[in-house]
């Protein structure tokens, strides 16, 4: 009778421990599943749309410099057509003189276009890149792009108007002017360039009896004038 008595304490003692074992592991579990999971799954969410934000706000790298189709050096028309290349669907910002003028969009070909309007005398003009996050790219180095709408003087020091040349020794003479620096200077067709301080010269031989002399200059920026001079000359 005395052991069936221990045996059974024992069999008691082993079933409350059973008892407390599963009741304990259905505490662990529900807490795990109303109070760990959910935190476990806020913080899992966080995590992953905080990622999305912080790629976005360290979008730090610039745009590709676009390239600026150089512009001609002078012209006398004040619309001047600018084109290049640069990264496709970024944005590229043209500067004058020093100021923001305007924003195009590069095309998907990556190329853009603008028409910028001039102003009397030297246009510097440079551009720059901006992507979607507004990062700016290096600007490009500036074009200067005179704009002369003023037809160029002409000045012939010799022969003067009306001359007249006597003797062989002196049927070639020697054209002497000034008008603006490096432009293009035409004596009855034959080409000459004036200098860096706009005077020109040119041999020229005369014919008997008189000679007109017709006088063409057109300047960097392709305004023209013209003049006409007769000299004579007899043997």
């Known amino acids: ?33 109303f109070f760990i999971m959910p935190q476990f799954i806020r913080l899992a969410d966080s995590f992953f749309n905080g990622s999305d934000l912080i790629s976005e706000s360290q979008d730090q790298v610039p745009p590709q410099t676009p390239v600026l189709a150089a512009p001609v050096s002078a012209t006398n028309s004040a619309s001047l057509p600018i084109s290049g290349v640069g990264e496709a669907g970024t944005q590229v910002v043209l500067v004058v003189n020093g100021e923001r003028l305007e924003d195009v969009e590069i095309d998907d070909q990556g190329e853009f276009k603008f028409s910028v309007l001039l102003t009397e005398g030297e246009n510097a003009l440079a551009v720059f890149g901006v992507d979607e996050a507004g990062n ?6 500036e074009y200067n792009v005179e704009l002369d709408t003023l037809a160029p003087e002409i000045e012939i020091e010799s022969p003067e108007d009306g001359a007249e040349i ?16 490096k432009a293009k200077v035409f004596i009855n067709d034959r080409l000459v360039y004036a200098r860096a301080d706009g005077s020109f010269s040119m041999s020229f031989k005369l014919e008997e009896g008189e000679n ?16 006409e001079i007769t000299v004579k000359f007899r043997f």
């Open 166 to 181: 006597d003797l062989r020794k002196n049927q070639i003479t020697t054209i002497k002017g000034m008008t603006e620096p």
């Open 136 to 141: 700016e790219s290096v600007k490009t180095r």
């Open 1 to 33: 009778m005395a052991r069936s008595r221990i045996s059974r304490k024992k069999q008691q003692q082993m079933m409350r421990q059973t008892a407390l074992i599963v009741i304990a592991a259905i505490s662990l579990l529900a807490a795990f599943i």
């Open 212 to 227: 007109k002399l017709r006088f063409r200059v057109e300047d960097r920026a392709n305004n023209v004038s013209e003049k």
